[in-house]
T-cell receptor, first 112, second 110 residues
């Protein structure tokens, strides 16, 4: 069964450093998403991406964040200058239409 | 606004039925979803219901939707130890995002 994959599973970085989180969505899907879950809190929407552009983004997704689909398979989330409060689990998701979203296993980001 | 509410904890005996309740706010949500998260794992799509349906059954899972009260429930029949997890209700307030509840931690005791 096709699934969304994410790498790395755990990323540790120093405050102020740039990180890139990688995702490989399900191959025939056209819509891509990033969410985050701070420990013990709700899963929060960050951004959606379709047809090579951002469809919607939340207030959390400020200028420090960017997304890219650099080739036909990868979908990345870049945080330009990480802050302590960016520590969270980051989930990538994809869907074939703008409905049922399938999630990856997540990347745990720890900012020290 | 978008605010999905769920009770935080549910303890159930193995073999009994579990019922997890959720209220949502966006009446325009086309679909409503239930996701399952096991410890240290990602979000697994369990089931979803189209907003013009009242009920959907999928093996041991039954979803009930009351649109008037904006109430969604998930019933798990014959609950097993492998059903211990956090269950998230989610609405789709727009085409391009999901809004999640805080999750209900289900503990199955022998």
């Amino acid at each position: 069964e096709p699934e969304v994959t994410q790498t790395p599973s755990h990323q540790v970085t120093q405050m102020g450093q740039e990180v890139i989180l990688r995702c490989v969505p399900i191959s025939n899907h056209l819509y891509f998403y990033w969410y985050r879950q701070i420990l013990g809190q709700k899963v929060e929407f960050l951004v959606s991406f379709y047809n090579n552009e951002i469809s919607e983004k939340s207030e959390i997704f400020d200028d420090q964040f960017s997304v890219e689909r650099p080739d036909g398979s990868n979908f990345t989330l870049k945080i330009r200058s990480t802050k302590l409060e960016d520590s969270a689990m980051y989930f990538c998701a994809s869907s074939s239409q703008s409905d049922t979203q399938y999630f990856g296993p997540g990347t745990r980001l720890t900012v020290l | 606004g978008e605010d999905v509410e769920q009770s935080l904890f549910l303890s159930v005996r193995e073999g009994d039925s579990s019922v997890i309740n959720c209220t949502y706010t966006d009446s325009s949500s086309t679909y409503l979803y239930w996701y399952k998260q096991e410890p240290g794992a990602g979000l697994q799509l369990l089931t979803y219901i189209f907003s013009n349906m009242d009920m959907k059954q999928d093996q041991r899972l039954t979803v009930l939707l009351n649109k008037k009260d904006k109430h969604l429930s998930l019933r798990i029949a014959d609950t097993q130890t492998g059903d211990s997890a956090i269950y998230f209700c989610a609405e789709s307030p727009g085409d391009y995002k999901l809004s999640f509840g805080a999750g209900t931690t289900v503990t199955v005791r022998a």
